[in-house]
């Protein structure tokens, strides 16, 4: 929806990896100045960690785009909790290989027989491992046993690692993964972003889809920005993305401090019903902010809202018949002229139907705008929805 509002070409702050939005801080620099290194060397592991959303899949995707696929035959898996005898597997499906029976004895001799078809037609072997905090050890291990795999004394392939920091920690300190520690040829933790550099993100994600200015950015609001996500990249589109969109429902031409304000306060509010429901994640509230990826809308949510902002109107419209019911005259019923303090009274009944009017206005808007805002959101989150 803001996009549209806003002229821009598409969506700035999308939550899924795109390498045309990819931003080169000081850290991802040095991430891609690791990956380039270990990738020349062509052999054992390259390990990229960093905190949920701090762009290792975003980074992934840019390296996609720079490598020769004629030079290099890239495979990647996302895993869960997988084992030893399942990642092998799991690689084998990665590499598009049909397996004859489901021994693992079977998936590992196709996978060798693959990478060494792959080595003597020039081709090198790169396989991606997301996630790799959820592998079991025994799984980590069999990875190692992969990289051994030669053709003469070529190696045939080489692993990139990503995941969280606590995957780092493992590695670095369980006695089960020293082989493993000691295959490592490059290794790099990406860091958050400081505060300039989310000013430049913010900036240089808008300028991928022609943003000229409009909506502009407040005094303060890029520092608060930065305060609220804490410079992870993730949060920090999770949050813009709320903001863009209370911007063109306002149809503001600028984003306020108070604007961000309030889309903190419904992010918390979301945080705050989905841990009373059970279902909600339980992470601080900045990087709790994407609605329920599941195909199915949540309409007992919704409805309950809708009947909510039903309640609300049939008030507004009892308030509004007060107000008019209360209008200051300066005569009675009769015609004859009030006195000095029955005009007073009748003004502060005025006033005070006013003032609940103004109240209940604001309840209503802020009611709309929530629900408005999760239909955009569940609407938008996946492309096949673009049609409703």
């Known amino acids: ?11 700035p702050f999308q ?3 795109d390498p ?67 990642i092998v597997h799991v690689v084998a499906q990665a590499f598009g290989l049909a397996v004859e029976g489901h021994d693992k004895a079977s998936a590992l001799g196709a996978i060798e027989r693959f990478l060494a078809d792959e080595a003597r037609a020039g081709r090198r072997c790169l396989l991606v491992v997301d996630e790799c905090q959820s592998l079991d050890l025994t799984a980590l291990e069999e990875l190692r046993m992969l990289s051994n ?9 080489q692993i990139l690692l990503l ?38 993100y913010a900036r240089h994600r808008l300028g991928q889809v022609g943003w000229n200015g409009t909506p502009g950015f407040a005094e303060g609001l890029v520092e608060a920005l930065y305060s609220h996500t804490e410079g992870i990249p993730r949060r920090v589109n ?19 401090l108070e ?43 919704v409805a309950a809202m809708l009947a909510t902002r039903d309640a609300r109107t049939a ?25 000095a303090e029955d005009v007073r009274i009748a003004e502060a009944r005025f006033a005070a139907a006013l003032e609940r009017i103004e109240a209940r206005l604001e309840e209503q808007e802020q009611s709309f705008r929530h629900v408005l805002t999760m239909l955009i959101e569940w609407l938008e989150e996946d492309p096949s929805r673009e049609a409703a």
């Open 20 to 86: 045309q939005f990819y931003f080169e801080s000081t850290t991802h620099k040095k991430a891609m100045s690791y990956l380039g290194y270990g990738l020349s060397q062509g052999e054992g592991f390259i390990v990229i960690t960093g905190e949920v959303g701090a762009g290792k899949s975003t980074l992934v995707a840019h390296l996609m785009q720079r490598i020769d696929p004629a030079a290099l035959t890239v495979a990647q898996v996302v895993t869960s909790a997988l084992d030893g005898s399942e």
């Open 238 to 256: 999770q949050v813009m993305n709320r903001l863009l969109l209370l911007g063109a429902i306002e149809e503001r031409s600028e984003l306020t």
């Open 149 to 157: 795999f030669q053709l003469g004394s070529h190696p045939l392939l």
């Open 315 to 339: 008030e507004l419209e009892a308030a509004i018949s007060e107000l008019q019911a209360a209008g200051v005259s300066q005569h009675d019923a009769a015609g004859e002229p009030l006195s």
């Open 163 to 200: 995941g969280q920091p606590e995957f780092r920690r493992t590695l670095a300190h369980h006695p089960d993964t020293e082989q493993l520690r000691q295959r490592v040829i490059a290794s790099h933790h990406l860091e958050a972003l400081d505060a300039d550099e989310v000013e430049h």
């Open 259 to 301: 604007m961000l304000g309030e889309v903190m306060a419904e992010m918390a509010s979301d945080q705050t019903r989905g841990t009373r429901s059970g279902g909600g994640d339980l992470r601080p509230a900045p990087s709790a902010t994407a609605p329920d990826s599941s195909d199915s809308l949540p309409t007992a949510e």
């Open 1 to 11: 929806m803001y996009e549209h509002h806003y002229g821009f070409s598409g969506r």
């Open 15 to 17: 939550l899924t990896p």
